[in-house]
């Protein structure tokens, strides 16, 4: 699986956007990118997926630079209950022993009122 | 639809003792994990099972073992507790054939104290 670089902490207000940067730069052509944030002592949570073009489920917005390098997570409207770690993984979506999840350290988002 | 259900929540073991942790799902998946969490840490997988009856380690796997009889339940055996063991254990389960992707649905975790 390819490595993946976040920041370990961010900020943002309440009903403001907040956009989780992950860096993949040596992700590989059959790698997606995957989220998941886990709150406060509870099991980690499937946010997102995609492999190269944007997407957007019902709890955020996935963006994918055009060479794949990076992406950005997108809540587009904090709340408290969004403060988390979030976590961004690379691995190719199936086939072969590749169904594990490595989790990194991610990013703890605060959401402050 | 319960999904993903762990016991016990807490434990708290003496040095030496055993005990066995129960992950149970009830979405049909077909692979099973477990994964421990230290403070300020990741989360590291221990072993892992891509059907019933199968195995396998993971990152971490020393000092444990599991088993895989029916295809729901994935147990994780500590057979003789040491403090380093002292962690938040995760059980967490996925379905190969999901057309859409490989998500994984996590369980709440159990806290174990080893003392």
């Known amino acids: 699986d390819a490595k993946t670089t976040q920041p370990p902490s961010m900020d943002c207000a309440e009903g403001r956007a907040a956009n989780l940067p992950c860096n993949h730069s040596?992700?590989?052509?059959?790698?997606?990118v995957y989220w998941y944030r886990q709150i406060h002592s509870q099991g980690p949570q499937y946010i997102i997926h995609g492999l190269k073009n944007n997407e957007t489920n019902e709890m955020a917005s996935l963006i994918i630079t055009e060479d794949r390098k990076s992406s950005t997570l997108i809540l587009p409207h904090a709340t408290l209950r969004d403060t988390a770690v979030y976590y961004c993984i690379a691995r190719p979506e199936r086939g072969g022993s590749n169904y594990k999840l490595t989790f990194g350290k991610g990013t703890l988002l605060t959401v402050n009122p | 639809n319960a999904g993903v259900t762990q016991t016990p929540k807490f434990r708290v073991l003496k040095t030496g003792q055993s005990m066995t942790l129960l992950c149970a799902q009830d979405m049909n998946h077909e692979y099973m994990y477990w994964y421990r969490q230290d403070p300020g840490m990741g989360l590291r997988l221990i072993h892992y099972s891509v059907g019933e009856g199968t195995t396998a380690k993971g990152e971490v796997p020393d000092g444990y073992n599991v088993s895989r009889l029916k295809k729901q339940n994935f147990l994780l055996g500590l057979e003789s507790a040491a403090p380093s063991q002292t962690s938040v254990y995760f059980c967490a389960s996925s379905y190969p054939g999901q057309r859409d992707h490989y998500g994984y649905t996590f369980g709440s975790g159990t806290r174990l104290t080893v003392v």
């Open positions: 040596t992700i590989s052509g059959n790698e997606y």
